[in-house]
């Protein structure tokens, strides 16, 4: 993994193959290449590091190609090189880009080999290569090639090829890992996600798992995994080019974490009428799913299972319904009991999360009561595969590092948490609080940006610090993992999160002068227990750093404390406000370290693979 661009046109394609590659720089990468099918045969530009360097390599020596692919490629199988860049080729006839995991690799290298193919990189694409070649004989298309190849592939993948037979052709091929093909005019595309291709076209036909495309300049085919000819829906992009524009803004993190507040009202737009939310919004039969369901389990990765676990507290004392939060990776592998009437809910900004895809289908056997979608794609794998849905509206996210994404999840799980005390019986009063706190939370967002300056001089305390342990209680717990994420995935801080209470079981022993402490201390019911905890912290000597509510922060303060006070909000809210100012203070911290805040090391923006 992580990008693919192909093209087939009447033009040359270079620049465009490139300027794809730009738009899905977001995802993450360590190198990237280009293959071409040239007058003179097939050429390839491979190189470690960012787009800019292939752009190098290509103005050092251009070329023209009507018929190409390109990758940027995230390490799975073999250290970061030039060798084992993407674009990989077999004989110099056959070119493969790939995003997933090929699991049986080993036996097909191996196989391939008694064949009499050399193999030059340490990945598992370059299997896909040479099994390509090897069918293609004479008489055989490159289609009928890639087809009979593909059978034997077993894992993830998303691939695209060119072969120097069939200089105008490009074939693309999913199972696991997404794919949408671009509908142009004497041009024709197919990308891993849809921003690569925005500045060619807003025409996108999203492939079904199994799926194969064959491009020409005027022409795409589409068959299913039967190998029949099939008719795909061609949807109109609901976004701008300019969407996936930094604009002012020094990183995408940045301005994302500015677009929050309407970003949260779009996810509100259309939902809300007259104090309530329409259940209707998650589709067909929800209000009846909603008043047959007795559980709830919830699955998802990373920040998404964060905003699981909030859901967790919301629905079990709004509804008085049991709720299970499981990260996907671990529930797909075991043999979960699931009581009678329970919903599943899966959360994923891309839909196309391996782990929660795999999750999703482990769990079509359980018998759960329905399957509703969170997510911020609309044709995406998950929504595509779930009863019920339910859009983010969260906008294009390119940042890794989660923001926006986020904190509309929590805003939809909030809205299904409301809905399901609703059906449950849940106090009318407490119910309408809860709606109107959701209404008036963009503007309460709005006055925690006003906060950067103050954020940003805190972040200055950090500068030479190596750990730092997160605190909250309650809901804001999972807030609090949240924000030892954020700061580990963009500063390099090793930060870890715990609930405030077990302090004294075992994190109060890493506490002293060098370990700065961040708390999140809205005024709720568990305030006076908090502040026993940072007295805690106090007593051994450490530095406190605490998001406070704006009415209890003047009496937080202290010589060995840095306190900033947040706007008073409900407390059905309080967890989304609290994300905000942790989502700034990793930002300043990163920037002060000069780490790559939009393209952390190690990372991808959609995992894809397990």
Avoid at 14 to 25: C, D, K, M, S
Avoid at 285 to 312: E, P, Y
Wanted: charged share 20%; hydrophobic share 45%.
């Amino acid at each position: 993994m992580c990008g693919i661009v192909g093209i087939a046109a009447r033009k040359n394609v270079v620049p465009l193959l490139i300027a794809g590659l730009r738009a899905l720089e977001y995802r993450g990468y360590d190198s990237a290449g280009l293959a071409l099918l040239t007058p003179d045969g097939l050429r390839r530009l491979r190189t470690p590091g960012k787009v800019r360097e292939l752009q190098a390599l290509y103005d050092s020596a251009p070329v023209s190609a009507q018929t190409g692919i390109a990758h940027t490629r995230w390490a799975t199988h073999g250290v970061p090189s030039e060798r084992n860049a993407h674009p990989h080729t077999s004989r110099e006839r056959v070119s493969v880009v790939h995003n997933g995991i090929i699991e049986n690799h080993e036996t097909l290298r191996e196989e391939l080999t008694g064949l009499g193919y050399r193999f030059d990189s340490d990945t598992d694409t370059e299997v896909v290569a040479h099994l390509i070649e090897h069918h293609l004989q004479p008489g055989t298309s490159l289609l009928q090639a890639v087809q009979t190849a593909v059978a034997r592939f077993e894992g993830a993948y998303a691939i695209a090829v060119v072969a120097v037979d069939a200089p105008h052709e490009v074939v693309g091929a999913r199972r696991g890992s997404p794919m949408v093909v671009g509908v142009g005019e004497g041009s024709q595309y197919l990308a891993s996600d849809v921003y690569a291709l925005l500045g060619e076209t807003r025409r996108f036909i999203y492939l079904n798992d199994g799926d194969m495309v064959h491009l020409t300049p005027d022409r795409i085919e589409v068959l299913d995994q039967s190998g029949a000819i099939v008719s795909r829906p061609v949807k109109e992009a609901q976004f701008r080019p300019d969407a996936v524009e930094r604009g002012q803004y020094a990183h995408y993190m940045l301005k994302e974490i500015h677009e929050q507040p309407q970003a949260i009202a779009d996810t509100l737009e259309g939902r809300l009428a007259r104090g309530r939310i329409l259940t209707e919004i998650f589709g067909p039969n929800a209000r009846d799913f909603l008043k047959q369901l007795d559980a709830v389990q919830i699955v998802a990765c990373g920040s998404s299972n964060h905003a699981a676990q909030v859901a967790r507290y919301w629905i079990e004392s709004l509804a008085g319904v049991p709720c299970m939060a499981e990260i996907a990776s671990e529930y797909r592998y075991r043999q979960a009991a699931v009581p009678a009437n329970t919903l599943l809910v899966t959360v994923s900004q891309s839909g196309e999360t391996s782990d929660t895809l795999a999750a999703l289908q482990h769990a079509s056997t359980k018998g759960y009561l329905a399957r509703l979608a969170i997510c911020n794609v609309p044709e995406s794998s998950l929504v595509r595969a779930s009863e019920l849905v339910l859009m983010t509206r969260a906008g294009p996210e390119i940042g890794v590092a989660s923001t926006k994404a986020f904190i509309t999840q929590l805003v939809a799980l909030a809205m299904l948490a409301l809905e399901i005390g609703r059906a449950k019986g849940m106090d009318d009063v407490r119910y309408r609080e809860a709606v109107r706190e959701l209404e008036m939370l963009p503007h309460a967002i709005q006055r925690v940006l006003a906060l950067d300056d103050q954020i940003k001089r805190m972040a200055q305390e950090f500068g030479d610090k190596k750990d730092a342990l997160f605190l909250g209680r309650g809901v804001q717990f999972p807030i609090a993992m949240e924000g030892a994420l954020k700061l580990k995935e963009i500063s390099y801080i090793h930060a870890e999160a715990y609930p405030a209470g077990e302090l004294k079981h075992g994190p109060l022993a890493l506490v002293d002068e060098d370990m700065p402490v961040i708390a999140v201390a809205p005024n709720d019911e568990l305030l006076e227990k908090l502040k026993s905890n940072i007295q805690e912290v106090r007593a051994r000597g450490g530095q406190m750093f605490v998001f406070a509510d704006e009415q209890v922060a003047a009496a937080m303060s202290h010589d060995r404390a840095h306190v900033i006070a947040l706007p008073s909000v409900g407390a059905f809210v309080a967890p989304m406000l609290y994300t905000v100012p942790m989502q700034l203070l990793a930002y300043h911290v990163a920037v002060l370290k000069g780490t790559d805040v939009d393209q952390p090391r190690n990372l991808a923006k959609s995992v894809t693979v397990e």
